[in-house]
T-cell receptor, first 114, second 113 residues
Framework: ELKVEQNPLFLSMQEGKNYTIYCNYS?????LYWYRQDPGKSLESLFV?????AVKQEGRLMASLDTKARLSTLHITAAVHDLSATYFCAVDMGAYNAGNMLTFGGGTRLMVKP | DAGVIQSPRHEVTEMGQEVTLRCKPISGHDYLFWYRQTMMRGLELLIYFNNNVPIDDSGMPEDRFSAKMPNASFSTLKIQPSEPRDSAVYFCASSRQGNYGYTFGSGTRLTVV
């Protein structure tokens, strides 16, 4: 059974600081996704990582994937309040060129304080 | 594209009542997923369909839950009878073969009292 673990589960940080969220998974996969969820809202796709060593950046967020270590990271640079949300990683165990079968981590709730 | 459309947005019902949640996937998407989100258990996959056919329902918690997809543009998740422990946010998501990731609907917040 695939297990996806995120840490930390909760992160309170000051504006302007840097931090990293970690996503570990238990079975080989080279497709990993990051989603953002604002309180009371749906999940919004942030990044799609499709190979070992993949790195994607959008604004103050950067995601990377190390398939050998079964680890993905979401790095936050110079955090701002607008980044406050819950972040989920999800690992795809589906067959290639088929429907995605995502298993989600437990989420990391990020609060950025002024 | 209107995205994945779920209804209702909120549902409050009494224990023992039947509840039906609805989902319209994105046109052209051939996979549809139902997830449940709670604080205790996070996001759980309940069931998914491919081309309107249920493929894996191993996440459906018990026989009180059932899901159908009568056509490519509509799916329902039914709980009968409902119980307080069913209170959660239920998300529908869709995807297309060859694409990566899901598009989620806005969710239905279900409260069973």
């Amino acid at each position: 059974e695939l297990k996806v673990e995120q840490n930390p589960l909760f992160l309170s940080m000051q504006e302007g600081k840097n931090y990293t969220i970690y996503c570990n998974y238990s079975t080989t996969s080279d497709r990993l996704y990051w989603y953002r969820q604002d309180p009371g809202k749906s999940l919004e796709s942030l990044f799609v990582l499709l190979s070992n060593g993949a790195v994607k950046q959008e604004g103050r967020l950067m995601a990377s994937l190390d398939t050998k270590a079964r680890l993905s990271t979401l790095h936050i640079t110079a955090a701002v309040h607008d980044l406050s949300a819950t972040y989920f990683c999800a690992v795809d165990m589906g067959a290639y060129n088929a429907g995605n079968m995502l298993t989600f981590g437990g989420g990391t709730r990020l609060m950025v304080k002024p | 594209d209107a995205g994945v459309i779920q209804s209702p947005r909120h549902e409050v019902t009494e224990m023992g009542q039947e509840v039906t949640l609805r989902c319209k996937p994105i046109s052209g998407h051939d996979y549809l997923f139902w997830y449940r989100q709670t604080m205790m258990r996070g996001l759980e996959l309940l069931i998914y369909f491919n081309n309107n056919v249920p493929i894996d329902d191993s996440g459906m918690p018990e026989d009180r839950f059932s899901a159908k997809m009568p056509n490519a543009s509509f799916s329902t998740l039914k709980i009968q009878p409902s119980e307080p422990r069913d209170s959660a946010v239920y998300f529908c998501a869709s995807s297309r073969q060859g694409n990566y990731g899901y598009t989620f609907g806005s969710g239905t917040r279900l409260t069973v009292v």
